[in-house]
């Protein structure tokens, strides 16, 4: 495992090397030219290369084809150096020498840390780690893509899978098992998001003071990866009995009754500890939101972090899409920073002639092939993490549509209006979103064909506005530093308070009155009136009306503080766009303070993700936000994280000591509690490190300690050629438990796996069938010709019998009252592996 750690290190770090001339090319604007970020853009382009060409049939899934897909990257690298000559690589070198020493000793430091910490903790078990662990497993024995579902046989996966493929390619490329992948994709993914972080600060702090940093950027990857919410600390003064008080015999808090979150309003154990002792403590900072019905019913939220994602070491798309988030920003940063002198084209530049009268009409102001490559950048987050697709596209577009209106300020002999501002901003917006949101798609158009999602539209969320003490909780590290800065800002400049305001109230009461219009006219469908009624356990139209309108006037301290934020950044954003309307002659007087304004441009949008979940989430099979608040929250903190990062940053240059030291040690408070988290939860996580059962990067040691046997021949049977298996099917569904394990261990696919998962996947369960009666009666019948039957219907190769199987199908169980039938196996097929009680027939 030494051996598989230290090559994907060294190929990670070779990747960038060679995919830096084309992340030179891209990010232009740039001060690092994306040496940073070279390593994630040489990873999407080496991925996309070899998914493509083997989903068209160019190449096949093997280590022939993932070497295709890398010469073909480094051919295009070696083509741009050609080109521009070595020289400009050379002088970039000598002036940044320091920074990318820096740079690469911050990915060696991330990976080996993450490295160490998940040999300390390294099962795939429990959560959605078994389905993961499926899904590269699934890859690396797919024969071609789309690869096959592991859960569901005869079916490809239905799911936004590239990140998977970007581990099973690494792992075929180093000769790595899946189990040992598994955690490699966590260091890996660790440590190009720092890298990434970094990178982006650095160039944020470079374009605002014309001067390199070295140390200050280490600021975005502790904000983004290392910080946690301030959970932990509340964990902490809870098992020390702190706000607790004994009246009448019965511990009492007003404190932990007002906060309200679940377990920690129960009384601390006794006696009471410095540290949380409660098993699964850590989990707990994960779900800080509080979502009750009309009844009284607590709805569970998901609000995850980074830190938390990395104890936990989900290997989930969301996760796996992180520093192609941050990459998503850089290339916003870039558009961003492009002088007015870069527009190259003018709107509705005709592209494509035809033959009946009309021509396709190019409507940016970009070169065309640099906004294809930025198409396919960000098409890639959609493979990635579906959700985040929109999001970057609307941010490149904002900071595109700002660009444009730059460099239009600067041509214009007028100063344009407010009004007329908003408008070009918004057409620029439009005509980026569109044409880059069409590219994406199509770039990718063999993953959108065979996908279908358990999406099922908006709906208005009228009950659960998010209380304000919850969303401190959540986000008080980022935010403590953040107020501090665009607070002190506000007071410095001239900046359109009053304008800020009126545009953050009139959004807040436009989303308030459209979601109320919205429920009113779902509630005149009757079917969709009675699922909508349903998600909120309310009788009818009135009890949701004035409950909504009393619960968001109680629970104003959320979107109160929202709306101080937004106004405050989208005042700041504005007077910055009047300065470079004023600037149309002496551009270089403002050009220090397009650093700010991008960050500013990057907490428009997590106000916009925090508060949009207060009104509309995404209709889903759980029918409330749970996952609307995840996804849009998760992002939120990226963006939240770095512009925090770069208030601590911009701090020490401040002209006022006192300033100084006050907002230095406000944002070390912050930093500090969110730290409690975060070594806390890690110390938990690792038994203080000290692994039980040894340490090991192979995340199913655990499941060969439990069930020896059976692992073995697991084993085994991953080695044998591609066919379906037939495991025990979980009676009640299996989601989060050990059914499936063999499908998930060998990567052959089963007849059915996770029903529960399988469901949400394909928005329904008309593709599953029968299968789980089927399955039941293919262990149960004593009749080989209905076991046949069974086995000819689903192709089943492989037959697996072991103490689950014999566990799940006992006499007189529902599912199978005759108990196992194992007769007919032995008589009618060839028993081609046996160990203990472990046993696998091959099918005729």
């Not at 374009?207 to 301030?230: D, E, H, Q, S, T």
């Not at 007003?254 to 920690?264: A, G, N, R, T, Y």
């Not at 551009?587 to 990057?602: M, Q, R, T």
């Not at 028993?831 to 027939?841: A, E, F, K, R, V």
Request: hydrophobic share 50%.
């Amino acid at each position: 495992m030494i051996l598989q750690t230290f090559s994907w290190y060294i190929i990670l770090t070779l990747l960038g090397w060679i995919s830096f001339p084309i992340s030179f090319l891209v990010f232009s604007n740039l001060r690092d030219r994306g040496y940073g970020l070279s390593r994630v853009l040489g990873l999407l382009f080496w991925g996309y290369i070899f998914w493509l060409s083997t989903s068209l049939g160019i190449s096949r899934n093997n280590l022939t084809g993932i070497a295709f897909a890398g010469v073909l990257l480094l051919l295009i690298s070696a083509k741009i150096v050609q080109q521009r000559g070595f020289s400009p690589f050379r002088v970039w070198y000598q002036e940044n020498r320091g920074q990318v020493w820096v740079m690469e000793g911050l990915f060696a430091f991330a990976f080996f840390l993450m490295a160490l910490i998940r040999a300390a903790n390294p099962e795939a078990l429990g959560t959605e780690k078994p389905m993961e662990l499926a899904f590269i497993n699934a890859i690396l024995h797919s024969e071609s893509f789309p690869p096959h579902d592991p859960w569901l046989s005869g079916y490809a996966i239905s799911y936004y899978y590239f990140g998977y493929i970007l581990v099973a390619m690494l792992a075929k490329f180093s000769a790595t098992n899946g189990s040992i992948a598994f955690n490699l994709g966590i260091c890996m993914i660790f440590a190009l998001s720092a890298i990434s972080a970094y990178s982006l600060l650095s160039n944020l702090l470079s374009a605002r003071f014309r001067k390199l940093y070295l140390w200050r950027p280490l600021l975005a990857p502790l904000m983004a990866l290392c910080v946690g919410n301030i959970e932990g600390f509340l964990e902490v003064l809870h098992a020390s009995g702190i706000f607790w008080q004994l009246r009448n015999g019965q511990w009492v808090s007003p404190f932990w009754k007002w906060i309200d979150l679940v377990e920690l309003t129960n009384p601390p154990q006794i006696p009471f500890t410095s540290s949380p002792t409660r098993w699964y403590w850590w989990w707990r900072a994960s779900r800080v939101i509080q979502d009750y019905d009309l009844m009284g019913g607590l709805r569970e939220v998901i609000d995850e972090f980074p830190a938390f994602s990395y104890i936990l070491a989900d290997l989930h798309p969301h996760v796996l899409a992180m520093p192609f988030a941050f990459l998503a920003m850089a290339i916003a940063l870039n558009l961003f920073l492009q002088t007015p002198a870069e527009t190259t084209h003018q709107p509705n530049h005709p592209i494509l002639k035809t033959g009946f009268g009309f021509a396709l009409h190019y409507p940016l102001s970009l070169p065309l092939g640099k906004s294809l490559v930025i198409a396919l950048i960000l098409g890639g987050l959609a493979f990635l993490n579906t959700w985040d697709f929109p999001i970057y596209v609307a941010l490149c577009a904002l900071a595109y549509s700002i660009w444009r209106w730059r460099a239009l300020s600067q041509i214009a002999d007028v100063k344009p209006s407010a009004s007329n501002t908003i408008l070009k901003v918004f057409k620029e917006f439009v005509f980026f979103g569109i044409w880059v949101g069409f590219w994406g798609a199509i770039f990718y158009l063999p993953f959108y064909i065979g996908f279908s999602s358990q999406a099922g539209g908006i709906l208005p969320n009228l009950i659960y506005p998010s209380r304000g003490a919850q969303l401190w909780v959540m986000f008080a590290p980022l935010w403590i530093p953040l107020f501090a800065w665009v607070s002190f800002s506000l007071l410095q400049s001239k900046a359109q308070i009053k304008l800020g305001f009126r545009i953050s109230i009139a959004l807040f009461l436009a989303l308030w009155v459209l979601s109320i219009a919205f429920g009113i006219l779902i509630s005149a469908i009757p079917h969709l009136n009675d699922l909508f009624l349903g998600s909120i356990a309310a009788a009818n139209m009135k009890s949701w009306l004035l409950v909504g309108i009393q619960r968001r006037l109680l629970y104003s301290g959320g979107w109160l503080t929202l709306i101080f934020l937004l106004t405050a950044v989208v005042s700041l954003l504005l007077r910055y766009l009047d300065r470079t309307s004023n600037s149309i002659h002496h551009p270089d007087n403002i050009a220090g303070e397009h650093a700010s304004a991008f960050v500013l441009l990057l907490s428009i949008a997590a106000v916009l993700l925090v508060l949009t979940p207060d009104f509309f989430f995404l209709r889903d099979q759980f029918g409330w936000r749970i996952n609307t608040v995840f996804k849009f929250y998760y992002q939120a903190w990226l963006l939240w994280s770095i512009a925090a990062a770069y208030a601590i940053a911009v701090f020490p240059t401040l002209p006022s000591k006192t300033w100084r030291t006050i907002f230095i040690s406000l944002s070390s408070l912050g930093i500090g509690l969110g730290l409690v988290y975060t070594i806390q939860a890690t110390i938990t996580k690792t038994n203080s490190f000290h692994p039980p059962d040894g340490w090991t990067l192979d995340s199913s040691a655990y499941y060969q300690l439990q069930a020896y046997d059976e692992m073995q021949a697991i084993k085994w049977l991953s080695e044998q050629p591609l066919g379906v298996v037939a495991e025990a099917v979980s009676p009640t569904g299996g989601s989060y438990t050990q059914y499936g394990r063999v499908a998930t261990f060998s990567g052959q696919p089963a007849v059915l796996g996770w029903i529960g998962h399988e469901s949400q996947w394909r928005g329904g369960t008309s593709e599953m069938g029968s299968r789980q009666t089927d399955i039941s009666l293919l262990y149960c019948s004593p009749d080989w010709f209905e076991a046949l039957a069974i086995i000819q219907k689903y192709a089943i190769k492989y037959i697996f019998i072991s103490d689950l199987e014999r566990n799940t199908y006992t006499r007189g169980s529902e599912n199978c009252p005759t108990g196992i039938n194992e007769a007919k196996f032995l008589h009618n097929l060839i028993p081609i592996y046996q160990q203990g009680n472990t046993i696998i027939y091959l099918s005729p």
